[in-house]
């Protein structure tokens, strides 16, 4: 009987010692997902801050590609009109 009770004890003990054991490590893979959840809040809040950063770019570049259309177009039209004085000017010189 008392060698029974202390099988008893030992198996008590050493399922309270495992217990203990993957209370510990549950603690400490607890800790690591804290972590890894604060690190994907930062991965989140990063990525986040670099789409606004390519919207903003984008932005600007359509912006500048716009004015520089227009621009295009305004040289091409004083292109037109100094050729047209040209032709003008040469007709007349011509004429005369």
Avoid: P
Avoid at 38 to 63: N, S, V
């Amino acid at each position: 009987m008392h060698t029974q009770l202390r099988e008893i004890e030992q198996i008590v003990d050493n399922a309270l010692g495992k217990m203990e054991s993957l209370q510990k490590e549950r603690q400490e893979l607890l800790v690591t997902i804290e972590s890894y959840e604060k690190t994907i809040q930062e991965k989140d809040l990063e990525l986040i801050r670099l789409r606004k950063e390519q919207q903003r770019i984008l932005e600007t570049k359509e912006r500048e590609a716009m004015s520089l259309l227009k621009e295009q177009g305004q040289v091409e039209q004083k292109i037109k009109a100094l050729v047209e004085r040209f032709e003008t000017i040469s007709r007349t010189d011509i004429s005369a």
